[in-house]
C-alpha cells in the first residue's frame, strides 16, 4: 500500500513535470535553442496568478486560459526581435548566441519579479486537504493540477500529431530544407513554436504555484528540472520525455520518502551529472 | 529524342529561365554568372563533377539561396529574391540533396505535408497518381521515413515534391546511393511526368545515368556553364569526360 500511495504521488508530481519539460522541448526541437528563460516564464505566471487570486479571489484555475493567451502573445512578439534574428547565423552559432539571449531574458524577467512581487516564497492556499480512496491518500492539489497538466500535454500531442499546423511544427524541427521544400513558412512555424512553448511554460507555473511555494528566484531551478527531463527523454522526442517526465515524479517520491530531507531536490542535480558523464550522446537532438 | 517535344513550340515561353545568376556563400563565388534554360515539357540534365556547382544551383533556383546577382524564371514569372517556400508554391518542386525527409514521420504524413497547399479534391488525385507511380509507398504509408530502404527514400523524397504539384522539378542527384536498377526504375516515371506538365532539371555526375533520361544538358564546372547540346550529342564528345567530369 505504501509503495502504491508512493507511486501515484510520484506520477502526479510528474505529470507537471511533463508539461514543464515538454514546452521547452517544443522551442528546443523547433529552433535548437535552450530557452533559458524558461524557468522565468514559470516563475512570472505564478506568481501573478498568486496576486491576482489572492487580491481578487478567483479560482486559480480559471486565471490559465487567460495567463496562456497573454504569455503566447508575448511569445510570439519576443521571438521575432530575440530569437529569428539568431536564426540566420547557422546553427551552432545560433545555439551559442541564443543561450546568452534568453539568459539575459532570464536575468530581466527574474529582477522584474523581484521588484514587483519581492523575493518571499509564496503558493496559492487551495485544495489544501485530501482525498481518501481505497486506503490511498490524494492531495487534492496535486490530482487537480496533475490531470489538467496531463489534459494539456494531450493536447498538446493531438494538436502535434494530427493537426496540419502541428505536423508542419514537427516536419520544420526534423527537416528545415524538406519542410520548405513542402512550401512550409518555417519563419513563421518557428514563431509558433516560440509563443507556444512560452504558453505552456507559463500554463505550467499556474499548476506549479498550486502544488509548491515559488519565488522569483526558483526559476533558474525549474529551466534546470525541464533541462534535466529532455536530456533524459531525448531532445526533441516528446514520447521520451514524457516517459523521463514521470519516471523522474515517481523518483523524486521515493526518494523524497526513504532519504527524506532535500535530497528530492538534489535528485534531478545528480542524474543531470550522470547523464552528462554516461551519456553525452543524450545532448544532441534526436 | 527530338530536342524539343511537338507538344510544346519551341518559341512558347521556358518553364526555367536561369540568367546570368551568381550565388556566394559567405566570402565564395559558387556560381558565376550562370545561364541556362528549361523548355517546358523538357528533361534536362546539368552535369558536373563533385563540388562543380549543381546542388548550389538547384537551391538558388529553389530560394534556399538568394543570387547576389541574375534573373530566374518560371513560366515568364520573375521568382528570385522571394522566401524558398513561396517558391515551393509559385511551381518548383526540389527533390534535394540527401532527400532531407522528416524520419519520425510517415510516409503517409510526407505525402500530405507535400500536398498541404493544394485544394482536397487536387490532393486526392495527386496522392493516387503517387501510389500508382510509387507502388511500394502504398504498402508502407504508415511506416516512419526513417526505416525505409533508400531508394524507397527517394521515392517519398520524389512523390513528396509531386505532391505539391509543380510545374518544374528539381532533382539532386536521385542515384546517389541507390541501385542502379533502381536508378532507372526513377528514371522511368519521366516520360509520366512529362505527360502531365511536369518539366525535369536533373543534376547528376554520371555522364550515363545523367544523358540516358534527358533531352539536352548543360555541363558545369566551378560554377559555370562549359558545355550544352542535345544529350546524344554530348554522350558521344570525350571532352565531357576526359576534361570535366574527371576519371
Ligand atoms: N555551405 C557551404 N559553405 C561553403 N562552401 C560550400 C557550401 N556549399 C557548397 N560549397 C562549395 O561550393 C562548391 C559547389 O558545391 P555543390 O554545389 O555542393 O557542388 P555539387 O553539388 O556539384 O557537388 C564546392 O566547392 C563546395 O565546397
Ligand atoms: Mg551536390
Redesign the interface.
Known sequence: MLALQILVNGLLLGGLYVLIAQSLNLIFGVMGVVNLAHGAFIVVAGLFTYWFASSTGINPLAVLPFVFIVMALVGAGLQPLLIEPLMKMGRSKAELLSLMVTFGLDYVLVELALQVWGSSFVSVPYLQSSWKLAGLDFSQALVVTGMFAALVSALLYWWLNRT?SG??L??AS??E???????????RVRMLAFALGVALAAAAGVLVIIVEALAPQTADDLTLLAFVIIALGGLGSYVGVAVAALLLGVAQSITGYFVGGNAEYVLPYVLLILVMVALPGRFRRA | MSEVDPRWGADAVPALVVENVTTRIGPLTILDGLSLELRAGEVVTVLGANGAGKTTLLRTIAGLYPPRQGHIRLFGESIEGRPAHEITRAGIGHVPSGRELFPRLSVADHLELGGRLSPPARRAELRARMLAMFPVLGRRLGQRAGTLSGGEQQMLAIARALMTDPRVLLLDEPSTGLAPKIVLSVFQTFPMLREQGVSILLAEQSLTLGLTAADRAYVVDQGRIVLSGAAAQLAEDHRVVDTYLGR
Open positions: 496540419d505536423k508542419s514537427l516536419a526534423q527537416s530544407t524538406g519542410a520548405i521544400c513542402c512550401g512550409i513558412d518555417v519563419k
